[in-house]
């Protein structure tokens, strides 16, 4: 653990800072000498390296001149989004980040990390004396405990769009995020209506100007609804409040990122004679018909994009790959969902990470079978399944993010993965996927499970794969040979993936979260030998995940 100049006062700061949003206390004074000749410490280059620079960047060549100012302002909105979200994970960033200049590979680590824990390595502290990273971030006081909290009585403390703070008696109070960030939001949203005046594209227009008032009313539904309707605008924007991963407490608060995404007509082409059949593979999911009851819409996008700009929550440590929006599931029920494949952020991640990791741990046999294409239908059916399954629970519960609360995260993203492969295989026997060779999907996945596993069980995305690889594991889905490597039971892991696809729905639909705390606890872990394996991806210099070279410089703005 980093040790330099970091003092008990300093780090008390820090965690006092994450209630008020401020810090409480300056960095350590270091002498003009020191500071002239700051440089990297050996163990924070050493964890920078874990994350291999890829540049963010698409060809803009066919965009027009009102387009690309327009970007120039969208560049500025997200800022905003990724400002706002180190409040909502620690505090302001420049007073942090400043703290740290006497170690440029610190600073640049915890800007990765948006503060002082390392996300990919079950967020530990990386600074002295910074104790455990609060479970519920910023969006709680750090005093309120779970039983406080359920005992209120509030009626809407499990919004996705408020942070809960005491009042002056101490009594805990609700502040929608209108209120909580005005300043801003109301920013925000000046330039949502100023990037919408230069759209040449009715329904981003649209969209823009109903993002903007949802920012300042609280009231994303609308928003959603428009953003669900745009079908062929070049330029696209996923902005505001969406996911709860950054909620470990309950998983109730979205935190605010932003993506910028330039779509590839091309290959959204290819993707989009999918959607056609989503209606009909949720009848067809291999559960009693009780899970299957709520129905997906009909209106469902499938896409492909460079992604040119990640701010927020996408942005912190390990790099978002694929999007499925909005999570509302009102929304689902109306329209469905879009599903937005980042091309560019995929193939990065394939060529630096993928490859390299099957290299060492795929029998020699079996890497032939790792692809591109594969892993790109390995994430977008993922995404895909993510809008598939049962949203409220049959046991009178609620919506099943509700109902599974903080484990909802970990046990949706197994359902993700796995149905994606079930997806895959089913359109493959349909023979509407007969350019995918079977085994290519599996021995990428297995390869993919490696990948996510290095996220740790801090990670939603970490403890999914834990669990399915210790499922696997348990079913002979594959094998371990004496030299080190896997070699994947084509058979035994097509049996085992329908059979984890009934366990993951039935404990959705079923709402039960004491199933589902037991499986993650049990089985989202990692087995001695295991460690030792991906101990070998980390002597080999197999980074971890990949961290972006971004903004407007790097696509000629």
């Not at 937005?340 to 995929?346: A, D, T």
């Not at 993919?448 to 990670?459: D, E, N």
Request: charged share 25%; with cysteine.
């Amino acid at each position: 653990m980093y040790k330099k100049f970091i003092t008990p006062v300093l780090a008390l700061g820090i965690l006092a800072g994450v209630n008020s949003c401020e810090p409480k206390a300056e960095a350590p004074k270091q002498d003009k000498v020191e500071q002239a000749q700051a440089q990297s410490s050996p163990e924070m280059q050493k964890k920078l390296d874990q994350y291999a620079k890829v540049q963010l960047t698409s060809n803009i060549d066919h965009l027009s001149a009102n387009q690309k100012e327009m970007l120039k302002v969208l560049f500025q909105a997200s800022d905003i989004m990724n400002a706002v979200y180190w409040k909502q994970s620690l505090c302001n960033e420049q007073p942090f980040v400043k703290s740290l200049s006497y170690d440029p590979a610190a600073q640049e680590f915890a800007k990765i990390n948006y503060g002082p824990w390392d996300r990919l390595n079950d967020n530990l502290p990386f600074l002295c004396y910074c104790g455990s990273k609060p479970a519920g971030a910023n969006f709680y006081p750090l005093d309120m405990t779970k039983e406080e909290f359920e005992n209120w009585n509030e009626p809407n403390k499990t919004s996705l769009y408020s942070i809960v703070r005491r009042d002056n008696n101490g009594n805990l109070k609700n502040i929608p995020y209108s209120e909580a960030y005005k300043e801003e939001f109301q920013k925000a949203a000046e330039l949502l209506r100023k990037a919408a005046t230069l759209a040449e594209n009715d329904g981003f227009k649209k969209y823009l100007n109903l993002r903007a008032d949802a920012l300042l009313s609280n009231d994303y539904y609308e928003s959603d609804l428009a953003w669900l309707d745009m079908k062929d605008n070049l330029i696209d924007l996923v902005y505001g409040p969406i996911e709860n991963y950054e909620d470990q407490l309950f998983g109730y608060r979205a935190a605010c990122e932003a993506f910028i995404l330039v779509k590839d007509v091309e290959w959204s082409n290819k993707l989009q004679r999918f959607a056609k059949f989503i209606p009909q593979l949720q009848k067809d999911l291999p559960v009693a018909e009780k899970y299957k009851k709520d129905p997906v819409g009909s209106e469902t996008d499938l896409g492909a994009y460079d992604a040119v700009y990640y701010a927020g929550d996408c942005n912190a440590a390990g790099k978002t790959l694929a999007i499925n929006l909005p999570n509302d599931e009102r929304v689902h029920k109306a329209k469905g969902t879009r599903r937005l494949q980042l091309k560019n952020s995929m193939k990065a991640k394939f060529d630096k990470i993928l490859v390299p990791i099957s290299e060492v741990l795929i029998t020699p046999d079996q890497r032939k079978n790792i692809s591109f294409d594969a892993f790109f239908a390995n994430t977008m059916f993922h995404e895909v399944a993510h809008g598939m399954g049962i949203k409220e629970t049959i046991t009178g519960k609620g919506p099943v993010r509700t109902a599974l609360k903080e484990q909802y995260s970990a046990i949706e993203e197994g359902k993700a993965d796995i149905l994606g492969l079930y997806l895959v295989t089913k359109l493959n026997e349909m023979g509407e996927f007969p350019e995918a060779n079977l085994l290519d999907n599996y021995v990428t996945f297995m390869a993919g499970i490696f990948r996510s596993v290095r996220f740790g069980a801090a990670s939603a995305h970490g403890k999914a794969n834990m669990i399915r690889f210790n499922y696997f594991l348990k079913k002979g889905a594959f094998t371990r040979n004496d030299d080190g490597t896997y070699a994947v039971n084509f058979e035994k892991m097509k049996t085992a993936a329908t059979e984890l696809t009934q366990d993951i729905i039935r404990i959705q639909g079923d709402g039960d979260y004491a199933a589902a705390a037991k499986w993650v606890k049990e089985e989202g872990n990692v087995s001695s030998q295991l460690e030792a394996d991906l101990a070998r991806l980390a002597k080999a210099g197999i980074p971890k995940d990949i961290v972006f070279e971004q903004g407007p410089a790097q696509i000629g703005l």
